[in-house]
């Protein structure tokens, strides 16, 4: 590796580094690439040579620096209705933390504002969560324990959407109770 | 009036605009105060006096420039089925143009950033929707079209919710066929 090599990596891992730290102390709406590079000790066109946006380094620091929540188990018990509950609680007990709840805020964020990064951000973090949730939903139908027919995209949209806009909508954390609710209401409507 | 009001009315009115005009042309992201404050003739810092942050800014543009979308009616056929999907479908249509799908981006954006922004837009934009869907649900309930133990705020947010994720996750419009998919499936659950 050249020295040139190593100095663009050691601003690259600065960068990111400053990204989360900020982040996790400020918020994503206060957050700009000023402070950013403020932090880190670089220009900002160091920054902007990298990322195009605010949400780019963002989704970056948050996935390079294992701040985006990694990949609840999601078991097969033979009882989906048990799972698909456990699952949803487990994440709206991440949702009840105050640091959990502002990164996926950030995240939407991000996502709302910036195409590329959402195409990112759904390939390494929103998809394979997503997969996990359809793959459980799938063997469910091939144990007969969901109707053959039911729309697998459909219901794995709805239990993650229904979580997402609770928390954006109200701004607080979605409860165990709201959990079991969509779990009851979109397992009687897959019977 | 005095000069000095005429004078802050009308500034407040020119960057209200102008932030219009650059959400409509160039989309959130890329929005910035300083683009704004340009755009308008006027200093930065009498954008700040008003707002805290860029997406209150958009919030206030959207609700006074009538970019965000009016009440869609949820009429009462007696066919708590067909007045969903109708309601739904239109809300697809409306996410299918370019310009639906960008405001809602930017809203969406907006909420998540900034906590004030957030309630502002839940009592302005997103409640009032969310509330004609409620009771269009109740008044299904009343008629024994569905049961009358449903959750109705829990249907109300999974229909809205689902929508919503597909728009974020995809960055593509939700189709018809979603609509429809969506409203079978929660009145199958709320039977």
Redesign the interface.
């Known amino acids: 590796m050249t020295r040139g090599r190593r100095r663009s990596e050691s601003s690259r891992r600065a960068i990111l580094d400053a990204a989360r730290v900020l982040l996790l102390e400020h918020?994503?709406?206060r957050l700009t690439i000023d402070a950013i590079a403020a932090q880190a000790g670089v220009g900002k066109q160091t920054i902007y040579r990298w990322w195009g946006?605010k949400?780019a380094v963002v989704a970056d620091a948050a996935l390079a620096g294992g701040l985006v929540p990694p990949l609840i188990p999601l078991p097969d018990t033979g009882d989906i209705e048990t799972d698909l509950r456990a699952w949803l609680r487990a994440w709206t007990e991440h949702l009840a933390s105050g640091v959990g709840r502002s990164l996926i805020?950030?995240l939407?964020?991000a996502?709302?504002?910036?195409?590329a990064v959402?195409?990112v951000l759904?390939e390494r973090f929103?998809?394979p969560h997503?997969q996990l949730l359809r793959d459980r939903l799938d063997s469910a139908c091939a144990a007969g324990q969901l109707g053959s027919e039911?729309?697998v995209p459909?219901?794995a949209?709805?239990l993650?959407?229904?979580?997402?806009?609770?928390v954006?909508?109200?701004?607080a954390p979605p409860t165990a109770d709201?959990a079991d609710?969509?779990v009851?209401?979109?397992?009687?409507?897959?019977?």
Do not use: N
Not at 160 to 166: A, M, T, V
Not at 184 to 191: D, E, F, I, P, S
């Open positions: 918020g994503y709406e946006s949400g805020l950030a939407t964020a996502t709302a504002e910036d195409r959402a195409d759904y929103t998809g997503e039911v729309p459909t219901i949209g709805v993650i959407g229904s979580l997402l806009y609770r954006l909508s109200m701004q709201d609710m969509v009851r209401l979109v397992l009687a409507g897959a019977a």
